[in-house]
C-alpha cells in the first residue's frame, strides 16, 4: 500500500476542443492531484483503422504526467468498438431480447464474438506493450465498468445450452430441477432446448442470467491474463466495478445513481481478475447528500478482496442536480477514505464539449477555467499531501456481514414482491438502517460468506438458498451467532423451487416460527407503524413475538420475532415497515451479539478503522446543513485536519457539511 | 344435472416436487371434494417426443380418484404447445402486431397452422380414445381460456381476405362499407386488400377482430367435434370462458381480475361447441370482495345456455393480493351457487413450486399441509355434501338484461370515449348498479338477444347496432317493453359507420330525444353530482327531462330523460355521472316495468332461484367485515345451513362476510 | 390581395355516405362561405389503379362552386399512398428508427423513394393540368402537412453520408467538428460512416435531423415547381404549415394542439417553396381557450413572407374537449384576422362517418343538418361579407422579435433541460408573457433574423448560435438595440460543441456577467417566487443583479441581470420563474426599447395593425367568459361590427368571449 492517497481524475485529452495537456497537467498538480486514468473507451484512437495504431495521445499524457511526478493508469479501451470493426463483421453488436443494436452506444458489443475477441486482443496486447514499461504507469484497468449488456446472441445460448447439459446430463434432471413440465415446457432432447428470449420459468431463466455474469467475468479474467503477460510486478490491474443504476425520474440522459447490487455482473466472481478492487460510484448531492451510497459501494468492494480499494469515479459537478454546496465535495472525499478506499479519482477531468456526457460536468466547467470546485478539490489536494500517511490504508473488520446475492435479485425480479419494492430496495432499507446507527458491515455475496468471521449477520430477502448454506446458517445460531433476516429469505432452493416443507425450509426451528400465509399488508400496522408491500403471517413454534400485527384477522400473528437457539439468536422481520422498527429489531440483535451500538447517529455519520501506526481512527461525517454540537466519545483524540485535541464528553463544533478525523490516543 | 354440487380444484400431479397423489385425494377427500380436473396444459408431459404418448400421470389420478368415489374432468392439453413442436415448425407460434414471438409462454400458437392442428388433433384424439371409457371421468374440457392470441400470421390474413371477398364480392362495396376513401385507402382489385397490421380503419380492423375471435370459436367446435367421436352419452363437453381482465395496478405477474367482456373470443360464439358452460372467475378479495365479479360473470356464463354452469377456476389464496380473510372463501363458494352454478373448483388444488405461476397459490399452500384455507374449503365440502339436494341446480328467470356486444367494444377501442373510460367500465357501471339493487339479471350478448323474453332492456354503449336490431328494441318498447341505453348508444352500423341522419338513428322518436353534439364535461354538472367522461347534448322532442345540465352554457341541454313511446317507456342516460343518479333512474325504469325493487341493497346481496323441488330459495350474502341486523323480508322462510326459521319482519343477524340461504315455505 | 375574407372549409365529397355536393355548397353558401378545399389525401379515390384516373368528384364539386360563385383551393393528393402503390414497391414505405412501416396510415411514405416520386409527379401533373384552368380554382395547396416522417431508410441515409463528405472534405474534419473521438466514435474512412438510427452524438444526430427537415423542405420545392409549370399567374401556392403537436393527456386518437415551433420540417426553409404561406392551427376550447396558440401560430406564419396567410385548417367543434362554448367560434376566428389572416377554412366541412378521424368533427356533425355550431359560422359568414374590405389584410409592423431555431430545439432534445421544461415550453413561456402583456412581436427564425428591422430581440433558449450571429446580437446591442435572452442561450456553436471559454461566448461582455456553474433550483428562489427547472449561478461582470437568487449556498449568484452596453440593453433572465417576473423584465426592456406598453392584458387581447385604407385597427378579442367593461385607450374609434363609437377614457362593454373591431377616426 502506498503512502500517498491516489487522487486525481479521468483525463480524455483527446476530447479537448484545442490541445492543452501541460496546462490540465499543471493544474492538475496544483490543485494536489497526483494520479490520471487515460486510454479506456478510445479504441478508434488508438487504432484509428484495422490494425493501424497511435499511441501518441497516450505518451503525451505519460511524459507530461512523469514530468510533473505524477501517475498514470492506463485502461484497455474496449467497451467502446470503432465503427471499422462493426463493418468488419456485424456479429460485433450484441443481439438482447429487443433485438440487434445499432453501431452508436458504448457498451454494445457481443463478449463472445470471435471477431470482437480477436481484435480486442491485439489492442490491449500492443497498448499494455507499448506502456507497462513507463515509470509512471502504476496500473491498468481492464475494459471499464464491465456487463453482459443483455446478450442473448447464438453464441451465449450454445453455451448455455451447452453447460446445461454439462451440469445435469439428463434432459430429465433439468425438467426436474427447473419444474419445466409446467405450461408444456418440459423437453426430452437437448435439442429441443428453448430459445431463451421466451423463457418465462423464472429459474432456467435466472440460471441464465447467472450464466451471463460468468460470461461478463470470464471476459475480465481473459482481459487480466492479457495484461499479466505484459505488466511489470509493482502495477497493479483494477477494474472499476459499478452498482445498479437507480433513475430519480429526471428522465433524461445520465439520469441516475449507484444504488444496490449490479445485477449485470457478479462483483465476487469479478473481482477474481483484479488485484486491486476499484469501483465507480455516483451518488445524490446538495439537500439529498447522505453518505449511504458511498458507504454502501465502499463496504461492498472492501469486502471483495478485504483490503483497500480504488474509487475510479466519483462525481465531481456531473448534471445540474448534482452541482455541489461549498463542503460537500470534501465530505464525500472523506467518505471514500473513512470506508477504506486508497484513492479517488473524479470523473473526469474536464466537461466536455461534444458528444453524449456533455452534460456529465467535470472537475472544470465548459470554459476550462478554475471555479468553485475545483478549488474545493485543491483544498482536498493539499489536506491529502499532508495527512496521507496517518489516514490511507484503514484496516476494518467488522462483526457484522450484510448478506447479498445477485441470484435472490434475479428471483426477485421474476417473483417481486411488490412492483415499488426491489431486491435493493430491501438490501437498502436493511444497510441504511445500520449505517444511519453507525454499526458498520461488511457486504458480502452469499457465495462468499464465512459465517465464522462475523458475530451478526444479516439477510435482505435472501431468496434463493441451498440447503448447504442454510444448515451453515442454523450452525452459526447455534454456535453463538446472531442472524438477522428478512421476510422472503430462504423461501427457494439454487433454481428457484420453493422448499415444499414448513417454511422457513431448515431454519424455522432456529426460529422458533413458521407460516404458510402471506398477504398485502392493507391496513395493517405494526407498533402502531404502517407495514406495507408484503406481511408473512408468523406463526410462534418456541419463539416470541416482538409484535404482533393490528389488524380484524391477522391480529392473531406475528410480524417479527425473536428466538434463541443454541448459543445464539435469531431474529426474523417478517414484513416491511418504518425503519425505526427495524432499528429497535437490530438494536437488540446487536446486543445479543454483543456489538456496541454507538449514541452518535445519522447525520453524525462516524466510520472507523485503523490506520497504519496500529492507532484508532474515527471519522466524524457531518451529512446535514445545520452545525450541532457533539460530544466527543473517545477518551483522548485528536483531530488529524485541525490538530485540536478533545477528551471525551467535551463538545466537538460540526459546521455544515463538516469532516473530523479522530486519531485515538 | 347431478344432485351432488361439484366441488374440487385443478389438480397437477406432473409439477409435484415429489409423488403424493394417494395423500392430494385422501386430503381432498377429507375435504370434501368430489372432482379434479386434469391434463389441460400438459402436453410436453402427455407426449414428451413427436409422436411418444405417456397417459401414466393421468391414469393414476383416474384410478386413485376411482378408488375414493371421485370425479375428473379431461382437459385437452393444447393450449400450451411442446418445444418439440415449435421446433419442427416454428410457423406454430403465433405472428403479432408485434411480430413473431419466442417458444415459452402459453396461447402462443397460430390456431390456423397447419401443423398445429395435424398434431393437435392426434394428441386430442390420443387422449380421448384412452380416457373417455374411464368411470370416473365425468366430461372434458376443450383447449383452455381459448383466444385468438392476437394472430395476424399469414394463415388469417389470407382467410380474412377471402372472407371479405365473399361477403362484399367488389372492392367497391368494400370501400363503401368501410369508407376506405379516406386517407386514400380505398382499394380497386382485391390484391391490393392491404396488411391489417398497418390497418387504420376502425371498421375494417373492427371487422378483422370479429374474424379472430370467430377464427378461436371454430377453433373450439373442431375441438369439440373430435371429442365428440369418442365420449359417452353421459360425458359433458365444456370450456372455462374467461372474462377481459383488468389490472389492478400492482405491475407484477398476475396482476388482474375477471372484469367483463372478454375483447378476444365472444361467449355466444364459443358456447356453441359446448354441452355445458364453463367459466373462470377472479376477483378482488379482503377489503375488496364485493361479489361484483362472481355475479357479472355467472350472469353472463348461466344466460349462454339459459341453464346451469360450472365455475371451472376460482381461486383459493392466489398471490398476495387475495389472501382471503376467514370466511371468504366460504362466501364467494355460496355467491357462485347463487348465481346458479352447479359446482366450483379451485385454481388450484396446490400452490406450485416451479414456473410461472409460482404465487398463484391454491388451496395447499407450498408446504402441502393444512392450513386455513384449506381448513375452510373442508367447512364448504362438508356443508354441500349435505346441501347439495337442496340447492344445486338453481333456475333462475330474470326479466332484465342488460346486452353486451364485442363489436360495440372493439369500436370504442378505436373510438374512445375517454382514456379513462372504457367499454366495460361501462357495462360494470351499469351492471353493477343493478347488481348493488339486488335488480337481477341475464347479461346477454346483442346477437342472442330474444326481447319477447323480457320486460326491461338494459344497454351500455351499444355503439354499433346494425338497422334490424333497432328496430326491433323500437317495437320491443312500442309494445310496452321498457329500454334503458346509456349514451354512446346506436351511433354506428355494423360496419362502425356513424348513422348519418338524427340521432339516435331510428329509436329518436321511441326515446323522444335527439342530439347533434356532445362534450367532455368540464365543470357540468347533474342533480348536482359531478358527470365525467362524456355529455350528450339532449334536445327534448317529447320526453320529459329527468335532470337538465348544471352549467352556464350546457344548461339549456338535458342529461337524462323519460318518454312513454307506444306501450312501453325508453329512458335514456346521456352522460356518465355517479351510481346513485343512475340508480334513481332504474328505480323509475323498474317500476314502469312492472319489476320488484327489493329494499335490502349491497352489502347485503339477495339472489335468488327456483330450487328442484320448486321451493324458491333466496341467499342473502353479506359482504362486509361489519356485522348487521337485517329484517326477514320473506312471509316463511328456514335458513338451509341452521336450520333456523324466520317470519317477515323477524330480525336476521348477519355476521362479516356471513352467507344465510332462506327456503321459502 | 382579395378583398374578401376567405371563409370557407375543407371538403371530401368522396367521404360523404350518399351522393349530396349540392346540398353542402347550398349549405355553405347560406353560411357565407365563399371557397372549399378539397382533394389532398384522395390519391386512391383519383387514381384508383396504376396510370388511371378519375377527376369526376372534383369536376362536380368545381363545377358546383363555381355556380355558387365559391372558390376552390386543390390540393395535391400525395399524403396518402393508396395500397397499390405500395404493393407495386415496399420501398414506398418509410423506414424509421423503429423499423419499416405498414400499409395503413397517411404520413408513412419515404420521401426520397424513386418509385413515390415517380408516381407523385404523374399525378400532380394530371391533376394539376386538369384544374389549372378552372375559374374557381384559386390556388394550390402542395402535399399536406408535410414532414420528414422519421425517414432513416437507405436513400435518405446515403444522401446524408455524401452531404457530410461535401461538407467536411476529410473524416477529420467531420471528427473534430462533431468530437466524434468520445466513446471511439471517430472514422477514418467515409465508409465507416455510421448507421444514424444508432448515433449518440447529439451533434451529429441534431445535423442529421436539420439534413431530414431540408429534405422535407426540397420535397415542397419539387412539388411547386411542378405546379408553376400549369398554374395560371393569378393562382397561389400555398402549404398548411403546422407545429408541434402537444398531447394534453387525454390519450386517445387525436390528442393534442399547436404547441409551438415545428421539429420535423423548418418553416422558414419551407415557405421557400410557397406564394402564399398558409397554416393549421388547432387549439384548447371552452374553459381553456386563451388565443395564445392562435396569435403564437399567427405571428410565426406571417412572418415568413411579412404578409397575410392563409388558415387552412382550423377547428369546428373537432372531437368532445373541443366543442365550443356559444361565441368561441366566434372570437376565434376574428383572432385569426386580428394576427393577418386573409381568411380561415375549417377542417372539416362535415364529421366523418368512417375512419380514424370520424371524431374530428367538422361544422356539420353526422347528421349533416343545421346545429349551433353552423349557426355561429353562418354569423361569421354573415359579418365577414360585410366587413371583408374594411379589416382584410391588415399590415402588421411589430418592434420586438422572437427568435426561433430548430437547431436549437434539436440539441435541447439531446440535452434536456429538464423533463419537464422542452424548448417550445420555453418558446411559449416568453411568447405568451408577450401575448399577456399585449406586447405584439414577430415569430422569427433564427436564420432569417434581421436585427435591423427590431428595436427588441427576444431569443428563448437559443442553444446553438454560429459565431456570426453571436456577432451580430453583439452589434445589434451597441447599436441601440435591446436584447433579452433567457438562460440556455448562446451556449454552443453549430456543431453543439459547447463553446469552451467564458460564458456566454462573445456575448458575456455585452450581458455584463458571466457564470460556469448551474443547478437544479431545488429550494432556490428569486423575488420570493418559486425557481425550477434550471438556475444559471450569474457572476456580476458589470451587470446590475435585478435579483439575487434566495437560498443558503446560491444566494451569491444573480438569477436575472440587466446591462447597458454600448447604445443599447441586454436583459438576462438565468432561471425560468413565473411569468409575473418574467414581464417584470419585459416592462423594464420594453421601456428600454421605447416600445409601449399597453395597460390593458389578458384576457382582454389588443391586437393592432393598419387596414388597407391606412386606418389603425385594434381588435379587442376578450378571453372570458365573465363580462366586463374596459375604457376606450384611443381617443376617437368606431367599432366596425357594431357601428358604436368611443372616446378615450369611454366605457366598452365586453360580453363573454366577445369581439370588437376599433377603427381609429
Chains 1, 2, 3 share one sequence.
Not at 430459445?195 to 471476459?219: T, V
Not at 458511498?294 to 474509487?311: E, I, M, Q
Not at 496500529?614 to 477518551?635: A, F, M, N, V
Request: hydrophobic content about 35%.
Amino acid at each position: 500500500m502506498e503512502k500517498e492517497i491516489l487522487f486525481g481524475a479521468a483525463y480524455y485529452p483527446e476530447y479537448m476542443p484545442y490541445e492543452r495537456v501541460k496546462e490540465d497537467i499543471r493544474m492538475m498538480k496544483e490543485a494536489g492531484m497526483n494520479v490520471v486514468r487515460i486510454a479506456e473507451s478510445t479504441w478508434s484512437t488508438l487504432e484509428p483503422e484495422d490494425g493501424v495504431f497511435d499511441f501518441s495521445y497516450i505518451d503525451q499524457v505519460i511524459e507530461e504526467a512523469g514530468k510533473a511526478g505524477m501517475k498514470v493508469i492506463i485502461g484497455t479501451p474496449t467497451y467502446a468498438v470503432p465503427s471499422w470493426l462493426c463493418r468488419k463483421d456485424p456479429g460485433v453488436l450484441v443481439e438482447t431480447g429487443q433485438g440487434e443494436s445499432y453501431y452508436g452506444r458504448r457498451q454494445i458489443f457481443n463478449l463472445l464474438n470471435p471477431t470482437f475477441r480477436c481484435h480486442a486482443e491485439r489492442v490491449i496486447r500492443k497498448l499494455a506493450e507499448h506502456t507497462a514499461g513507463a515509470g509512471p504507469v502504476i496500473g491498468f484497468q481492464i475494459d471499464n465498468e464491465t456487463k453482459h449488456y443483455g446478450n442473448m446472441g447464438r453464441e451465449i445460448q450454445a453455451a448455455f445450452r451447452k453447460a446445461m447439459e454439462e451440469k445435469f446430463q439428463t434432459t430429465e434432471n433439468l425438467n426436474k430441477a427447473f419444474g419445466l413440465a409446467y405450461w408444456s415446457n418440459s423437453i426430452h432432447n437437448w435439442e429441443d432446448f428453448p430459445d431463451m428470449r421466451g423463457c418465462i420459468n423464472g429459474g432456467l431463466a435466472s440460471e441464465f442470467s447467472a450464466f451471463q455474469r460468468k460470461m461478463a467475468a470470464d471476459y475480465l479474467m481473459w482481459q487480466a491474463d492479457l495484461i499479466r503477460e505484459y505488466k511489470r510486478e509493482d502495477q497493479f490491474i483494477t477494474h472499476n466495478l459499478d452498482f445498479e443504476w437507480k433513475k430519480f425520474g429526471a428522465d433524461i440522459a445520465q439520469d441516475g445513481y449507484s444504488y444496490g447490487v449490479q445485477p449485470d455482473i457478479n462483483h465476487y466472481e469479478a473481482a477474481k481478475a483484479l488485484t486491486l478492487a476499484g469501483t465507480d460510484i455516483y451518488h445524490p448531492t446538495q439537500d439529498d447528500l447522505t453518505g449511504a451510497e458511498t458507504a454502501f459501494g465502499g463496504d461492498s468492494v472492501r469486502s471483495l478482496k478485504d483490503s483497500g480499494y480504488l474509487v475510479l469515479e466519483c462525481q465531481a459537478q456531473a448534471f445540474k442536480y448534482w452541482t455541489p454546496y461549498p463542503g460537500q465535495l470534501r465530505l464525500q472525499a472523506y467518505s471514500h477514505l473513512a470506508s477504506g478506499a486508497i484513492g479517488t479519482l473524479y470523473w473526469n477531468w474536464h466537461s466536455i464539449h461534444s458528444g453524449y456526457e456533455t452534460y456529465w460536468r467535470g472537475v472544470l466547467s465548459h470554459d476550462l477555467d478554475t471555479n468553485p470546485v475545483y478549488e474545493e478539490a485543491a483544498v482536498i489536494g493539499k489536506e491529502w499531501s499532508k495527512l496521507g500517511e496517518k489516514i490511507n490504508g484503514l484496516q476494518k473488520k467488522n462483526e457484522i456481514a450484510l448478506v447479498i446475492d445477485n441470484h435472490s435479485m434475479s428471483a426477485l425480479n421474476w417473483f417481486p414482491i411488490d412492483k415499488d419494492l426491489s431486491y435493493n430496495d430491501v438490501v437498502r432499507w436493511m444497510y441504511d438502517s445500520l449505517y444511519e446507527m453507525n454499526l458498520e458491515c461488511d457486504v458480502v455475496d452469499v457465495r462468499a460468506l464465512d459465517p465464522s468471521r462475523y458475530r451478526m449477520i444479516v439477510t435482505p430477502t435472501l431468496y434463493s438458498v441451498p440447503e448447504e448454506m442454510l444448515k451453515k446458517l442454523e450452525t452459526f445460531v447455534r454456535k453463538g451467532g446472531v442472524l438477522v433476516s428478512s421476510f422472503r429469505s430462504f423461501v427457494a432452493d439454487e433454481y428457484l423451487r420453493v422448499y415444499h416443507d414448513k417454511a422457513p425450509h431448515i431454519l424455522h426451528e432456529c426460529f422458533g416460527m413458521s407460516y404458510n400465509q402471506f398477504t398485502e399488508p392493507g391496513r395493517t400496522r405494526l407498533k402502531g407503524k404502517e407495514v406495507r408491500y408484503f406481511a408473512e403471517l408468523l406463526k410462534m413454534e418456541g419463539a416470541e413475538s416482538m409484535a404482533d400485527y393490528e389488524h380484524k384477522y391477522w391480529g392473531r400473528y406475528a410480524g417479527m420475532t425473536h428466538h434463541t437457539f443454541g448459543e445464539g439468536h435469531a431474529y426474523y422481520m417478517g414484513c416491511w415497515t418504518c425503519k425505526e422498527t427495524l432499528k429497535e429489531l437490530y438494536r437488540k440483535a446487536a446486543k445479543s451479539a454483543g456489538i456496541f451500538c454507538p449514541e452518535l447517529a445519522w447525520p453524525v455519520t462516524v466510520r472507523s478503522g485503523v490506520n497504519r501506526e496500529g492507532k484508532q481512527i474515527h471519522y466524524l461525517l457531518h451529512y446535514s446543513e445545520e452545525e450541532q454540537e457533539i460530544l466527543c466519545p473517545y477518551d483522548n483524540a485528536v483531530d488529524l485536519l485541525t490538530g485540536k485535541s478533545y477528551r471525551k464528553g467535551e463538545p466537538i463544533c460540526l459546521s455544515d457539511w463538516d469532516v473530523k478525523i479522530l486519531e485515538e490516543a
